[in-house]
């Protein structure tokens, strides 16, 4: 009889584990992929801006260095969030422009 309640223990025991741990990957699984939806969302917010300032300053002709500035911390933190180098044009493009009014 001890030995049947020792065995019955034991499997609860394991099952409990082994659910505690599935349940833990999925939680796991799942705090990784909204992590990478975040990342992927942040890196096309900062694409969106990006463009948004190249294309607003290449039409004025002119790139203030608080604007030039604001374009480099942004395309620094796109990089590092590995964002691909198709973007470092525009960026290169608006460091060519002046930064006063023409």
Known sequence: MDDFVF???IEVFFGVIVTAITVLVRQVMKYRAEQR???HGIVAMLRDRII???NDYAE???CPIYALENMEDMFREYSNLGGNGTIAKLVDDLKKLPTKKP
Do not use: C, P, S, V
């Open 52 to 54: 948004q300032t190249y």
């Open 37 to 39: 939806a975040i990342k």
């Open 7 to 9: 065995r019955y223990w």
């Open 60 to 62: 004025m002709n002119y």
